[in-house]
């Protein structure tokens, strides 16, 4: 009944929306004739304040003639919020930096609660030159209708694909009297040295030789040393093995013989022993404070503003694995699998015009005039040229060493929308001035871009239908839930990782959680992705 009734609300607006406004601007601005207002719900990240208050986008409304009324959702709440109004259909006009899932997507399109922003090509020639030069963007968001309706967060840079990395401190590498360990092997004895050092003088053994605000972020870096996740980390569960087969990661040899190294690393306290309650904020005390002596985050803000943040030194090439395996698999799609802008059916109602308005706005944040406003605001006031910075443009002092103590991200923060990520637009070196292009950060991306995968694929949600989608994605929901509490049981040694016979219980319970649909599904996908290239 729902389905249905999305369907024929979307086609009578869409028949009665004819002379709704004066004109459409297909080019320029502004984009309306007449001034319009639309409704956007839009997820708000810990420093971000109103977005009706933002500056940008406040000079957009005067500038574009449409005037967008958000309802702010602090993006601890996000999933729930969204959730509640795709179930119950009472969406705004937009769905804004929301981070929609490819699954949702394709299941409320189908219901008509979404528009295709694929029909409206002609105008979002901006977004389009981006799908062109990056096809794998345009299919991660295209379904399997063949169909666009959200429109994703574009990375253009590897410094910002390449995800979380290890920062060493050369100041105890030279205490040591080492160098960075390029091997598992030099790992665990760099460790092991770093435990016996007193750095902080304290007298005390309380140096954490490596911490991260998740396990999930060591066991990623060392992936590419042990031969998993080797299409990119939009398939980290899904890898292709050494037979060329698709294979479920998680209970692969592979997989297992990580858990051993990591299980080592846990029983003789070179991981940090919290790291299954770890967040940010412990993360930056512990490496600020000379207690983490080796930290993975994106960047090395960790110990910004430190007297560590000197010897910052950025991990450059992935271990060398016991067999060979020597490959950086943290490496992401040039775009978000959700979709951060999405039109629905409510501005449908309002009529055509809206609906062409709505995407070119959307397409604007996709042009260069539009990337430089939306993270880097406004010029002379949060950035300024600077021909020996990237993309010839800087962020102004005012920013950088704000007198009231608050983070370049807290000034900018007023001025643009970025802060939190699932932007609508294009994140590059030039133009993103956020930690993970800083100088330190670049200069570890030129060693570890020599390592990436062959090959990164797209999400396979394109081949899938809307029934497969939903079952692939409640499936990995359950497989999630027993593969981190076994993962927990196996590197704190509550299950003997070495122990055959609690390997095989642990392979075994996938059956539990309907593993052999799962991968069923996913190899129909793989199939079809398979055809594709050959064709």
Not at 293 to 314: A, C, D, H, K, R
Request: glycine share 6%; hydrophobic share 40%.
């Amino acid at each position: 009944m729902k389905k249905r009734l999305f369907a024929l609300m979307m086609a009578l607006a869409m028949l009665l929306s004819a002379g709704a406004l004066a004109e459409i601007n297909p080019e320029g601005l502004p984009i309306t004739t007449e001034p319009i207002v639309l409704t956007a719900a839009c997820s708000q990240s810990e420093i971000q304040g109103d977005f009706n208050e933002i500056v940008i986008l406040k000079d957009f409304e005067e500038a574009s003639g449409i005037d967008i009324q958000y309802q702010n959702i602090p993006s601890s709440d996000r999933a729930t919020q969204l959730s509640l109004m795709l179930a119950s259909g009472e969406v705004p006009d937009i769905l804004f930096k929301m981070s929609v899932s490819s699954t949702d997507q394709a299941k409320y399109a189908e219901e008509g609660m979404f528009v295709a922003l694929s029909d409206y090509e002609e105008l979002m020639p901006n977004l389009m030159k981006y799908f062109e030069e990056y096809p794998t963007a345009k299919q991660a968001v295209t379904q399997a209708d063949g169909k666009i309706y959200a429109a994703p967060y574009i990375l253009t840079g590897d410094a910002i694909r390449v995800g979380s990395k290890m920062w060493f401190n050369t100041d105890v590498l030279a205490k040591l009297d080492l160098e960075v360990p390029t091997t598992l092997d030099e790992l665990y004895d760099y460790l092991t040295a770093c435990k016996g050092l007193d750095y902080n003088g304290n007298g005390e053994a309380d140096e954490i030789p490596l911490t991260s605000a998740s396990i999930d972020e060591i066991e990623t870096i060392l992936s590419g040393s042990f031969g998993w996740m080797n299409r990119g980390s939009s398939h980290r569960d899904v890898y292709v093995n050494k037979d060329g087969a698709l294979a479920y990661a998680y209970a692969s040899d592979e997989y297992r013989e990580e858990l051993k190294y990591m299980a080592k690393l846990y029983a003789d306290k070179l991981i940090d022993q919290d790291i299954f309650t770890m967040d940010y904020a412990q993360e930056i005390a512990k490496a600020s404070t000379g207690r983490a002596l080796t930290y993975i985050m994106v960047n090395n803000s960790p110990v910004s503003n430190s007297e560590f943040e000197q010897y910052t030194l950025g991990i450059k090439e992935p271990f060398t694995g016991y067999n060979g395996e020597k490959m950086w698999t943290n490496y992401s799609l040039p775009a978000s699998t959700s979709g951060q802008f999405l039109i629905t059916y409510k501005c449908a109602e309002k009529g055509e015009d809206y609906v062409k308005a709505a995407v070119r706005w959307m397409d604007h944040w996709y042009s260069d005039e539009g990337i430089i406003a939306y993270f880097m605001g406004v010029e002379g006031v949060t950035y300024e040229k600077d021909e020996n910075s990237p993309g010839g443009l800087k962020l102004t002092d005012a920013v950088l060493n704000s007198p009231d103590g608050r983070t370049f991200e807290q000034v900018l923060a007023e001025y643009v929308p970025w802060a939190g990520g699932a932007n609508p637009s294009v994140a590059s070196n030039e133009y993103f001035k956020g930690g993970e292009t800083w100088p330190v950060c670049l200069d570890a991306v030129e060693g570890l871009r020599n390592y990436f995968p062959e090959e990164v694929w797209a999400p396979f949600t394109r081949y899938y239908t809307t029934e497969e989608a939903s079952e692939l994605s409640a499936i990995k929901t359950e497989q999630e839930n027993y593969w981190k509490e076994w993962r927990a049981y196996f590197i704190t040694g509550q299950k003997d990782i070495n122990d055959d016979a609690a390997w095989a219980e642990y392979v075994a319970g996938y059956a539990g959680v309907n593993n052999a649909r799962y991968m069923e599904i996913y190899q129909k996908g793989y199939e079809a992705y398979v055809a594709e290239q050959a064709a």
